[in-house]
C-alpha cells in the first residue's frame, strides 16, 4: 500500500516548536545552538529560514525533521511530540518527511532512477511498482530523460533535482531543505527554486528551507530569521 492510501497524512498544524532548546557539550563547554524557539509551521507554509552562520538553522532543521532530539521543551511534528517518541517511532516520523541537503548526498554507481528508488520505503512495493514510481518523480523534477544517468553524468542541479525526486520517493508532505543551492550557480538555484515554488503551490507541500540567499528567501510566504539561537524576526512576504 502506498503512503497515499495509507492515510495517517500530516495535517493542520505541521510543526510546532515551544521553548525549543538544543545543547550540544563539546568536553566541559556546552554550546547552546537553539535557546528558546517558538514556532508553528501549517500545512502548506512555505517557510525560509536565514540567519547568519552558526545561528542555530541547521540545529533547528534537524529538530523539525526528528533527526535529532531536543534538549529541553517541545518539538510537536504531525502532533507527536519527538522528545517523548521511541527511536522506532522517530525512524517512522523521518520516513514521512522529505530531506534535502547541500551536498545531494546520491550514490555514485546508481542511476538517477535507481537513486530514487534507493529513498522508498519499499516495505510492498514490488520492483516495477517502484520504477514506475521513480520514473514518475523524475518527470516531476523535469528529468525523464536522464533516468539512466549516474550522478557524474549530471549537471549540479540536475543532481540536486535527482535528490529532490528521492526526497519526494514516499510521498511525504513535509519537505526540509537545508542549503539546497548551495552548490549551485544562479541559474541551477533559480530553476530549484522555481521547482521548489511548484511543489509547494501544485503539489501542496510544506516546505522549510534553510537559506543565505536573499532572493531564495522571498520567494518564500514567511522568512523566519535566526539569531544566536533565537527567532530574531520574521517576515511575511505574502
Ligand atoms: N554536533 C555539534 N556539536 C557541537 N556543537 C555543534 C554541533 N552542531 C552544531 N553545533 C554548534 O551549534 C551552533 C549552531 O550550529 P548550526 O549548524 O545549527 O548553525 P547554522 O545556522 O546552520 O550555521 P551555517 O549557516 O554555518 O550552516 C554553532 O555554534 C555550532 O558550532
Ligand atoms: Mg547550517
Redesign the pocket.
Known amino acids: 500500500m502506498s503512503q497515499k492510501e495509507g492515510g495517517d497524512r500530516i495535517s493542520g498544524l505541521v510543526i510546532e516548536a515551544i521553548d525549543l532548546r538544543k545543547a550540544?557539550s563539546?568536553g566541559k563547554l556546552q554550546?547552546e545552538?537553539v535557546r528558546g524557539v517558538n514556532l508553528k509551521i501549517s500545512f502548506g507554509d512555505f517557510v525560509a529560514l536565514t540567519?547568519p552562520?552558526?545561528?542555530?538553522?541547521?540545529?533547528l532543521l534537524n529538530l523539525m525533521g526528528a533527526l535529532d532530539r531536543p534538549t529541553t521543551g517541545i518539538m510537536l511534528i504531525g502532533g507527536a511530540d519527538i522528545s517523548e517518541a521511541r527511536r522506532d517511532k522517530l525512524v517512522e516520523m523521518r520516513r514521512r518527511i522529505g530531506f534535502v541537503f547541500q551536498s545531494f548526498n546520491l550514490v555514485p554507481r546508481l542511476s538517477a532512477r535507481e537513486n530514487v528508488e534507493l529513498g522508498m520505503n519499499i516495505a510492498g512495493i514490488n520492483r516495477n511498482a517502484r520504477r514506475t514510481r521513480a520514473e514518475e518523480l523524475l518527470m516531476l523534477v523535469g528529468l525523464e530523460d536522464r533516468a539512466d544517468h549516474k550522478p557524474n553524468e549530471l549537471s549540479g542541479g540536475q543532481q540536486q533535482r535527482v535528490a529532490i525526486a528521492r526526497a519526494l520517493a514516499n510521498d511525504p508532505q513535509l519537505l526540509l531543505m537545508d542549503e539546497p543551492t548551495g552548490n549551485l550557480d544562479s541559474g541551477s538555484t533559480q530553476s530549484i527554486m522555481a521547482l521548489v515554488e511548484q511543489l509547494n503551490r501544485n503539489n501542496h507541500l510544506t516546505i522549510i528551507v534553510?537559506t543565505?540567499d536573499w532572493n531564495i528567501a522571498m520567494g518564500a510566504d514567511r522568512v523566519v530569521c535566526?539569531l544566536d539561537g533565537v527567532v530574531e524576526k520574521e517576515l511575511f512576504n505574502r
Open positions: 550540544y563539546l554550546v545552538a540567519g552562520s552558526g545561528s542555530g538553522k541547521s540545529t534553510v543565505h535566526m
